[in-house]
């Protein structure tokens, strides 16, 4: 049971990791938001299928009522997505990356909604722990800045991933977790297609191989791991786990974007690693 436990801590960790990538990634694309989430999508839509098909996952939908959620469920990432990539263009990846980590809290407080389950009171006090250290992380800024520009994207693009999630939490007993995800970036593509034909599509060679990073580690591995792991953890533990995101995101920064983290970023940093310990332990048993 505890080595169980482990190697699905660790697939947990390993998702959080890879999604990471995409504060470097997203910032650091010299193209539209619109267009950089649609070749994300297509792309990772392609690996997804061929991995499907080499391991002969079942891609039928099996009832009726679930394409509603399916579809809804793509559409809440697809807003996610591209409102994500805005707040780190707005702002840096340190603050965009935890804007969006307001969505543990909005998560504990939507579950007990959305599957019926009992509150359990100790995500407040979990989630408590998660805010207080974005508040330590966030810098003083002005409110015309682009940065509070950047900082609401990110708390919307927050809450858009934590609905999706609650939508698909519900159908991850039933469905493999990449088949999931093959069908969330069929929905994407579609969505986006439009947007092919009248944004600025220059530098797209020059880019291309970010695109195909983004899609194939980021999205297609680090999205699939994260939907497998719902099947073992709520979606509340697994959010709160994930808060480890941000403090790959800004490592990855420093060493690629060269964006130092303050005094601030460390201590902030620490109180949010200190709660995903907490979790981690207490999930233990």
Known sequence: ???????NLSGLLLATLFISTSGVLGRYIALPTEIIIWFRA??????????????????????????????????????????YFYALKLANVALGVLSLYTFPIIIALLEPLFLKV?????????????????YILTPDF?????QVKGVLFGIFSAF????????????????????????QTVIITILLLPTLFFMDLSGLESQFPFLLLLAFLTTAIGH???????????????SIISSLQPIFGIILAFFFLQ???????????????????????????
């Open 118 to 134: 009992k509150f359990n009171p100790i995500y407040i006090l979990l989630g408590l722990m998660v805010l207080t250290g974005l």
């Open 259 to 285: 964006e130092t983290p303050t005094l601030n970023t460390f201590w902030g940093g620490s109180l949010i690693l200190l709660t995903v310990v907490i979790e981690g332990f207490r999930t233990r048993k």
């Open 160 to 183: 858009c991933y934590a609905i999706r999630i609650l939508l698909l939490k519900k159908q991850v007993s039933n469905y493999n977790g990449t088949m999931l995800m093959f069908y």
């Open 42 to 83: 297509s792309l990772a839509m392609v690996f997804l299928y061929v991995f499907c098909r080499y391991k002969k996952i079942d891609l039928t939908i099996k009832s009726s009522k679930d394409y509603f959620p399916f579809f809804i469920s793509g559409v809440f990432m697809t807003v996610h997505w591209i409102t």
């Open 1 to 7: 049971m505890e080595n169980s436990h482990t190697k």
């Open 142 to 146: 002005n409110i015309e800045s682009s």
């Open 224 to 238: 699939s791991l994260m939907l497998h792991s719902l099947k073992f953890f709520s979606a509340s533990t697994a």
